[in-house]
């Protein structure tokens, strides 16, 4: 005879069978090379482009969180994308590096995320450049260079979901990667419009 207690016991011992949940854990974002055009403390300013340059305008939101999806407020995001032409504004015609001043950052900037671990900033689609080492034209790419306390910095790039140039990137993981696109709204780029995209960086804890 099956008693009350029996039925307990068995509910017992099937729950205590049943696997532990893991923790919730977030994709790492994957790193990227850094390239030779990135300044340090560049000037805190999110609007990454200078009156007058005509172009496609892109805002890019998101947050900075932890592998847990906890956020991470005052983080510092470091931004440089290409002028539409694919020119670094501190780059020689050769190439080279040159110094500029704060007043001559006009492609770049810094951010500081908000206690929700929040930021946003404005650029225009930086243009396509031919890669004389690889002989290839690069996909358009955001640089990005995150900072935390307490976290390993994160070094990467976004990409455009319709770049002709992406699937034909320097091959590696250091480039062109399907999960760092941004996506758009709208998808095409209309006069007066301004394209939106979300995306969320995720850091790995300092070991």
């Not at 995001?77 to 007043?103: E, F, H, L, M």
Request: proline share 7%; aromatic share 10%; charged share 20%.
């Amino acid at each position: 005879m099956v008693t009350a207690e029996t039925l307990k016991r068995e509910k017992m011992t099937a729950t205590s069978k049943r696997p532990a949940l893991l923790p919730r854990q977030l994709r790492l974002t994957p790193s990227q090379v850094l390239g030779p055009y990135f300044i340090a403390n560049s000037v805190l300013q999110s609007k990454l482009f200078p009156k007058g340059v005509v172009g496609s305008e892109v805002r890019i939101t998101g947050q900075v969180m932890a592998q847990d999806g906890s956020v991470i407020p005052s983080a510092r995001v470091s931004i440089w994308v290409a002028d539409p032409q694919g020119r670094y504004d501190n780059q020689k015609d050769d190439g080279s590096v040159k110094q500029i001043t704060p007043q001559q950052q006009l492609y770049r900037g810094r951010l500081i995320t908000d206690k929700d671990g929040k930021y946003g900033f404005n650029c225009l689609r930086p243009g396509n450049y031919f890669d004389d080492g690889y002989k290839l034209w690069r996909p358009a790419h955001i640089h990005v260079h995150v900072e935390a306390a307490g976290y390993e910095s994160l070094t990467t790039q976004l990409y455009f979901d319709d770049d002709a140039h992406n699937t034909l990137d320097i091959p590696g993981d250091d480039f062109f990667l399907p999960e760092l696109v941004v996506q758009l709204s709208p998808a095409v780029p209309k006069t007066g419009t301004v394209q939106s995209g979300i995306f969320n960086f995720v850091l790995a804890r300092a070991s």
